[in-house]
């Protein structure tokens, strides 16, 4: 776990609020760095990257005595000192030529690292590729091919590299995409090749291309791609694997900036909303319906009914009611007696 700080004063509190982690994340700076032995080679791939990178990236040409692998504390005090939470370090030597590491940070502490090195004879810089480069800001679209990058069973090396470049070039969030910043775009490869002791090597291929629309006479232009550089063949070398509970808490998502699901309100696949609105038990007594001759009662039945009607508001006389009222007309009181039908 991470140690936590606490502010002796009012003004540390201030710089500490703005490194606390925010629910909308700015986006990642990347700071590139040169080692005190750097090739030609490296030193043209770390400008022409941090080109494509800009305006979130920093370049840094002075020469600094850093072993990546061996003590990551200077690395982690630039990346403090910069707010930068992706490094990349340029070095060569003897015993691994032209290498570039690339660096993840988090909280101001090394996540994890991997080591890339630079096949000289394939490389191309972006001065050797003749055309227009795209503008500064525009994100490039990005492609893996290899079923090695989806199963991380078969090597933690390609799962790794994948997450590191999607890092690497995503850049900031976006909730719209414009078809004219659709630019360029950036393919990396999976394969091996064979080392001089019988094993073999990962390798990821890393090409970059410019998309250009032309017309095609329809309402939908014609797309076509031209290779506009840096052309890169990286031998994946040593690996520095996350802690587990760090990278836990690295992924760790704000509570509030995911919409709550709604209640019986769903998404198809096209995108449509589909809602579900559940309707209580319906009263059809009262419901008007369309006024036909065939639904209209008879004089008939309305007769029949008023009958019964009738028939039901008589009273009826018992036998002993009936001798009270033969006393009462002997004494001569008229009793009408209703007609029975």
């Not at 000192?81 to 990349?88: E, R, T, V, Y």
């Not at 525009?138 to 999607?166: C, H, I, N, R, W």
């Not at 039945?301 to 009462?328: K, N």
Request: aromatic letters at 6%.
């Amino acid at each position: 776990m991470l140690r936590e700080i606490k502010p002796k004063n009012a003004r540390s509190a201030r710089a500490l609020a703005k490194r606390a982690p925010l629910p909308h994340e700015n986006p990642k700076t990347t700071l590139f760095l040169r080692s005190t032995s750097s090739s030609s080679l490296i030193n043209s791939l770390l400008t022409d990257l941090h080109s494509l990178k800009r305006p979130h990236s920093i370049r840094f040409t002075k020469k600094n005595a850093i072993h990546p692998f061996e003590d990551a504390s200077s690395l982690e005090f630039f990346s403090q000192k910069n707010d930068a939470s992706l490094l990349c370090f340029g070095s060569h030597s003897k015993k691994r030529p032209h290498c570039l590491t690339f660096v993840r940070c988090y909280g101001g502490r090394i996540l994890d690292m991997l080591e890339c090195g630079v096949v000289q004879e394939t490389a191309r810089v972006l001065s050797q590729f003749k055309g227009a480069k795209p503008r500064v800001g525009v994100k490039p679209l990005l492609s893996f091919s290899g079923t090695q990058f989806e199963d991380p069973s078969e090597g933690g090396k390609f799962a790794l590299a994948k997450s590191m470049f999607l890092d690497f070039f995503r850049g900031g969030e976006t909730k719209e995409i414009d078809v004219e910043g659709l630019q360029w775009m950036i393919n990396l490869s999976a394969g091996e090749e064979e080392d001089g002791l019988g094993g073999k090597r990962e390798m990821v291929y890393m090409r970059c291309w410019r998309l250009v629309t032309k017309r095609s006479g329809q309402k939908l232009p014609r797309v076509e791609v031209e290779e506009m550089g840096p052309r890169v063949d990286f031998r994946l070398g040593r690996v520095r694997d996350a802690d587990g509970s760090v990278m836990k808490e690295a992924m760790k998502k704000a509570k509030g900036i995911e919409p709550r699901a709604k209640k019986n309100v769903e998404t198809d696949i096209v995108g449509d909303k589909i809602g579900r609105v559940h309707l209580g038990r319906q009263d059809l007594s009262d419901l008007q319906t369309r006024k036909m001759k065939g639904l209209k009662r008879g004089r008939d039945t309305d007769i029949e009914e008023e009958d019964e009607s009738e028939v039901g508001d008589l009273d009826f006389v018992s036998a002993g009611d009936e001798e009270e009222m033969d006393d009462e007309s002997d004494a001569g009181v008229d009793i009408k007696r209703p007609r029975l039908v």
